[in-house]
């Protein structure tokens, strides 16, 4: 009777371990399924933002590009400027050349003019 009862006693501790195993398990792969479920959503968060770094990436190489293109037509302002300016002042210079030999000639013939109006008064 002893052996029954010790029997019933192992058995009774066997079926306890076996259901306290069974707990165990389910409520581990409960957070098991939990984490990998987590897992899954931190993968597609880090993919969408994986995704809107790469438009981000695009967008940038399109602005460094567009910068690149403005700064070359910049440059070539900036030297069609600087080519206008000389010839602007070589045209500067021969104007202002022009115009002191037309004053010159001017005071001549003023000079000349005079002479001949003295000239005139006298024939009178």
């Not at 259901?19 to 993919?47: H, M, P, Q």
Request: proline share 0%; glycine share 4%; no cysteine.
């Amino acid at each position: 009777m002893e052996n029954t009862k010790l029997l019933k006693i192992v058995l009774y501790i066997i079926a306890g371990l076996v259901l306290l195993n069974l707990a165990v398990s389910f409520f581990g792969r409960s957070r098991l399924r939990d984490a990998i479920n987590e897992i899954k959503e931190a993968k597609t968060t880090i993919n969408a933002a994986m995704k809107t770094i790469d438009q981000s990436r695009g967008r940038i190489d399109e602005v460094v590009g567009y910068l690149d293109s403005t700064r070359l037509k910049l440059q070539k302002i900036n030297t069609e400027v600087e080519a206008s300016t000389i010839n602007l002042k070589t045209a500067l210079q021969k104007t202002n050349a022009a115009t002191s030999l037309l004053k010159e000639q001017i005071r001549n013939e003023q000079v000349r003019l005079d002479s001949l109006k003295t000239e005139l008064d006298k024939l009178k």
